[in-house]
């Protein structure tokens, strides 16, 4: 079984700074893409930033330019580093991963989920 454990997030003000990290752990697998999205109560999920094996990132407009990705395959860990942060970054953000190993179908996981609040 493969988890997905987040960390970081919390409360800044505007123009501040903030780091979500995200690591999956189990056993005999693989971490293909994985990235971070985020969501606001009564909306849908919308994707933040992708990272694939290679490193290769894709990000949403909204944030390019301001958060960067990065990833530690030999860790299986993500990171998101948010910078001039503004009150509509305020969500709850997920970490993402698309998983395959022995035993295991290639399948989306998800983390719990990192309150990330941006004051005005």
């Known amino acids: 079984q493969v988890q997905l454990v987040e960390s970081g997030g919390g409360l800044v003000q505007f123009g501040g700074s903030l780091r979500l990290s995200c690591t999956a752990s189990?056993?005999?697998?693989?971490?293909?893409?994985m990235g971070w999205y985020r969501q606001v109560l009564g909306k849908q999920r919308e994707l933040v930033a992708t990272?694939?094996?290679?490193?290769?990132?894709n990000y949403a407009d909204s944030v390019k330019g301001r958060f960067t990705i990065a990833r530690d395959n030999a860790k299986n860990t993500i990171s998101l580093e948010m910078n001039s942060l503004k009150p509509e970054d305020t969500a709850v953000y997920y970490c993402?991963?698309?998983?395959?190993?022995?035993?295991?179908?290639?399948?989306?996981?998800w983390g719990q989920g990192r309150q990330v609040t941006v004051s005005s």
């Open positions: 993402k991963a698309n998983i395959e190993g022995a035993g295991i179908p290639r399948t989306d996981y």
């Open positions: 990272i694939t094996r290679g490193a290769l990132t």
């Open positions: 189990g056993s005999a697998f693989i971490a293909n893409t």
